[in-house]
Antibody
Framework: EVQVVESGGGLVQPGGSLRLSCATSAFSFSNVWMSWVRQAPGKGLEWVAS????????FYVDSVKGRFTISRDNAKSSLYLQMSSLRAEDTAVYYC???????WGQGTLVTVS | QAGLTQPPSVSKDLGQTATLTCTGNSNNVGYQGAVWLQQHQGLPPKLLFY???HRPSGISERLSASTSGNIASLTIIALQPEDEADYYC???????????FGGGTNLTVL
């Protein structure tokens, strides 16, 4: 059974930093694009960042460019999101996902306050 | 970054048919199609259809998806109470080089 488990969320002050991790298993992690998607309280889904299979290319939504960094470790089947200069509007549940393959985690809550 | 357009809400009676639409452009929906996701309150999104309109195993055959040009559609027949949820479409946008999501449609089964 495919497993996608996020961790690292929590309460952080504006301007602070946080690193999210995503551990996966039971699928060929090194062969799929991976993404972070967030959902602010009571709002819809918003794509945050994606990374190619080998980590050679990374893509970000404009609102996080220069502040967030997506990375992956294929040897550990893990995905990461380093977040800095956090703002109140970054408050959301952050999901680790392979959007095209339909693998989603349960999400981790990040609160900036 | 511009997203896909979905009606905010749809209400149908139990047993009826609901068709949800997702409008994009030639750089996203018209390029590689859209995935469809279902989200119940408090739970993570769940894949209903891949971009090729194929259904993953375990998804009810009451659901079907299609694409015509820049518009993706999700049809649910014989609506059941458990179909009440938020439905999202998403597509890769080759111009924006990122995934775009629709605002979601809240489906109410009366």
């Amino acid at each position: 059974e495919v497993q996608v488990v996020e961790s690292g969320g929590g309460l952080v002050q504006p301007g602070g930093s946080l690193r999210l991790s995503c551990a996966t298993s039971a699928f060929s992690f090194s062969n799929v694009w991976m993404s972070w998607v967030r959902q602010a309280p009571g709002k819809g889904l918003e794509w945050v960042a994606s990374i190619k299979e080998d980590g050679s290319d990374k893509f970000y939504v404009d609102s996080v460019k220069g502040r967030f960094t997506i990375s992956r470790d294929n040897a550990k089947s893990s995905l990461y999101l380093q977040m800095s200069s956090l703002r109140a509007e970054d408050t959301a549940v952050y999901y680790c996902a392979s959007i095209s393959m339909g693998y989603w985690g349960q999400g981790t809550l990040v609160t900036v306050s | 970054q511009a997203g896909l357009t979905q009606p905010p809400s749809v209400s149908k009676d139990l047993g009826q048919t609901a068709t949800l639409t997702c409008t994009g452009n030639s750089n996203n929906v018209g390029y590689q199609g859209a995935v469809w996701l279902q989200q119940h309150q408090g739970l993570p999104p769940k894949l209903l259809f891949y971009r090729n309109n194929h259904r993953p195993s375990g998804i009810s055959e009451r659901l079907s998806a299609s694409t015509s040009g820049n518009i993706a559609s999700l049809t649910i027949i014989a609506l059941q109470p458990e179909d009440e949820a938020d439905y999202y479409c998403s597509a890769w946008d080759r111009s924006l080089t990122g995934w775009v999501f629709g605002g979601g449609t809240n489906l109410t089964v009366l």
